[in-house]
């Protein structure tokens, strides 16, 4: 089946450290989301992406969809103990019906005040 | 605005039992909806999205069914739990409205089959 390759899988940083993450696959997409999973909590949603090259920002998160459609980024500018959680992409591909959500799997984030 | 809810939050559950989670969303009409499940905290794996009454798509062969009763409820079902099936499940909708939709989740539901 189809595959996302999310990188790295887990990261311990210093608080006020920025961080940067991807996901990328072979196949091309027509969204990409990334979410935050806090411990025992559903995602929620940080920033939906839905132009090739589209750069959009959310505070101290910026995304960026690949301009080849084939990957998308997320940067998170001077950490905070906050941000702690697992990072997920998401995309959905292009010319795709319902269901067809491809999750990356997951970036965690440890951050050390 | 919309909203999202499923429960229960937690379930400890006996191998051999049934199971029963529901799912209701608020403040919008039509929605897709889905179940996923995750275990050990990664991982999502789709198990049933629904476009409509009635219409249940599943993913996976498995233990589970799901049923969609109402337009806004999505129940996930099981007439007799296997430890496996223990995990995190967590409901969601999007707006139907064919590509680039956004999936929001609910809260999750903790299962352990003991």
């Known amino acids: 089946g189809q595959q996302l390759n999310q990188s790295p899988q887990s990261m311990f940083i210093q608080e006020g450290e920025d961080v940067s993450m991807n996901c990328t696959s072979s196949?091309?997409?027509?969204?990409w989301l990334w979410y935050k999973q806090d411990p025992g909590e559903g995602p929620v949603l940080l920033i939906a992406?839905?132009?090739?090259?589209e750069l959009t920002s959310n505070g101290r998160l910026t995304a960026q969809f690949g301009i080849t459609r084939k990957d998308s980024f997320l940067n998170i500018s001077a950490s905070i103990p906050s941000d702690v959680g697992i990072y997920f992409c998401?995309?959905?591909?292009?010319?795709?019906?319902?269901?067809?959500?491809?999750f990356g799997k997951g970036t965690k984030l440890s951050v050390k005040p | 605005s919309q909203t999202i809810h499923q429960w229960p939050a937690t379930l400890v559950q006996p191998v051999g039992s049934p199971l029963s989670l529901e799912c209701t969303v608020e403040?919008?009409?039509?929605?897709?909806l889905y179940w996923y499940r995750q275990a050990a905290g990664r991982g999502l794996q789709l198990l049933f999205y629904?476009?409509?009454?009635?219409?249940i798509s599943s993913e996976v062969p498995q233990n589970l069914s799901a049923s969609r009763p109402q337009d806004r409820q999505f129940i996930l079902s099981s007439k007799k739990l296997l430890l496996s099936d223990s995990g995190f499940y967590l409901c969601?909708?999007?707006?139907?409205?064919?590509?680039?939709?956004?999936?929001?989740f609910g809260e999750g539901s903790w299962l352990t089959v003991v």
């Open positions: 969601a909708w999007s707006r139907d409205s064919g590509s680039g939709n956004t999936i929001y």
């Open positions: 196949s091309i997409f027509n969204t």
């Open positions: 992406l839905y132009k090739a090259g």
């Open positions: 998401a995309g959905q591909l292009n010319g795709g019906s319902q269901g067809n959500l491809i």
């Open positions: 403040g919008t009409s039509n929605p897709n």
């Open positions: 629904s476009v409509g009454i009635g219409q």
